[in-house]
């Protein structure tokens, strides 16, 4: 089975704190993604890479960045944490092809105080 | 550009009636279109998928789903509710020869009563 696990389930932090999530994929997927999900605006996406040192911006990615140094890790940043930041946070992985399932982490609910 | 609507924020259905969760999308050229469903403090589950071929998809736990091209609706099913199938339930898109990540609809609130 596909596993994809992130760091924290859930994560307390301050205004102006920088905040790293983890993502991590045990199969070897080419894809991942962070989405942010809010009640009401369902799963948008903020980043995605296809590939190791790649990555492409999503429909919001401002006040975010990534970091994909190796093909089974993702890892989003937030430089200076905001309280519009608190969300659920999920991570997807896939394979290359366009018919492939994308396959989700367990999400991790960010509050920023 | 891709897109999928879900008209129902929230469905409500006694235990042991047919369910139905809507769905409709928009899409240039053939679409894949895939449920997930997510259970409180979760993440999304993989339900089913329609790739190409028979128009009806049968998925996890009874569920399945039947695709209409000249409707672009891609409705979810299941012939008798439980009342452990009350979650959220997303569906999503992505055009075919396409491997830009999957569009969601909003989500629709499945609540099944005893």
């Known amino acids: 089975d596909v596993k994809v696990t992130q760091s924290s389930r859930y994560l307390v932090k301050r205004t102006g704190e920088k905040v790293f999530l983890e993502c991590v994929q045990d199969?070897?997927?080419?894809?991942m993604f962070w989405y942010r999900q809010d009640p009401g605006l369902g799963l948008r996406l903020i980043y995605f890479s296809y590939d190791v040192k790649m990555k492409e911006k999503g429909d919001i990615p401002e006040g975010y960045s990534v970091s994909r140094e190796k093909k089974e890790r993702f890892s989003l940043i937030l430089e200076s944490a905001s309280t519009n930041q608190t969300s659920m946070y999920l991570c997807?992985?896939?394979?290359?092809?366009?018919?492939?399932?994308?396959?989700f982490g367990p999400g991790t609910r960010l509050t920023v105080l | 550009a891709q897109s999928v609507a879900q008209p129902e924020d929230q469905v409500n259905v006694a235990e042991g009636n047919p369910l139905t969760v809507k769905c409709t999308y928009s899409?240039?050229?053939?679409?894949?279109l895939f449920w997930y469903v997510q259970y409180p403090n979760r993440g999304l589950q993989f339900l089913l998928k329609?790739?190409?071929?028979?128009?009806l998809v049968k998925g996890s736990y009874g569920f399945e789903a039947e695709f209409n091209k000249s409707q672009t609706s891609f409705h979810l099913k299941k012939p008798s509710a439980l009342v452990s199938d009350s979650a959220l339930y997303f569906c999503a898109v992505r055009a075919t020869g396409s491997n830009t990540p999957l569009v969601f609809g909003k989500g629709t609130r499945l609540s099944v009563i005893a």
């Open positions: 199969m070897d997927h080419e894809n």
């Open positions: 329609y790739i190409t071929g028979d128009n």
């Open positions: 997807a992985s896939s394979n290359g092809q366009g018919r492939d399932t994308q396959y």
């Open positions: 899409v240039s050229g053939n679409p894949y």
